[in-house]
């Protein structure tokens, strides 16, 4: 099937009121009580299915998002410290992901954004996406994701910082990703041991609490 946004001439950014009013008009114009007798009547009838299913594909979608992010609290008011320091985003499109992730149901948070259309993939879904990737290990998946998004939106902070630590991480600083850094024979050496408490106490701080209190 289309896009059933396109199919009821909506943006994905509609409130439900508008989808059920974008509905409401568009029946109004295809039922096929209108093309009785008529040479349309069999279009007509094909694209009423076509409506009726992009209807119910989008309030089905929607049901399932509420019904994913209730249960979890609030979204509109936490925030973190460490690796994505503020998820509190007032006007944010993706409350019931963040709320998700913060709650580690990296899954479920995954598998909403992957149903979201290509047009409807703004900066901030390639944020969360990368967040998500980020905390499944594939760093630099995730900080492809968070290049784009800073690009898309160059102003936002929270974007610029989760790019900056995935960039610090991939340089190998903070006992993350190294390309091409120093090995050790036989195991790690105290460098090492530092560097992972560090990048563990900053994971820690991500969800919340503080493995090393005086840092």
Not at 174 to 203: E, F, I, K, Q, W
Request: proline share 4%; aromatic share 10%.
């Amino acid at each position: 099937m289309s896009d059933p946004y396109k199919v009821l001439g909506i943006s994905p950014d509609a409130s439900d009121e508008q989808v059920k009013e974008a509905y409401r008009e568009m029946a109004k114009k295809y039922h096929p009580d209108n093309y009785s007798g008529s040479p349309l009547a069999d279009l007509a009838d094909e694209k009423m299915k076509e409506i009726n299913a992009a209807y119910d594909e989008i309030t089905s979608e929607r049901k399932r998002r509420k019904a994913a992010g209730a249960g979890y609290g609030s979204s509109s008011s936490y925030s973190t410290r460490g690796t994505y320091q503020n998820y509190s985003n007032a006007g944010s499109g993706f409350n019931d992901v963040r709320s998700l992730i913060m709650n580690g149901r990296i899954a479920d948070a995954e598998q909403i954004l992957n149903g979201v259309p290509m047009d409807g993939r703004n900066a901030e879904w390639y944020f969360l996406k990368g967040t998500v990737l980020y905390k499944r290990g594939w760093l630099e998946e995730a900080y492809n994701h968070f290049v784009r998004a800073s690009q898309m939106d160059p102003n936002n902070a929270e974007y610029r910082a989760a790019m900056n630590q995935a960039t610090t991480q991939r340089s190998g600083a903070y006992g993350g990703y190294r390309p091409t850094g120093p090995t050790s024979v036989g195991g790690c050496t105290p460098c090492d041991a530092c560097c992972g408490l560090m990048c563990a106490d900053s994971c820690c701080e991500c969800c919340g609490g503080d493995l090393i209190s005086c840092c």
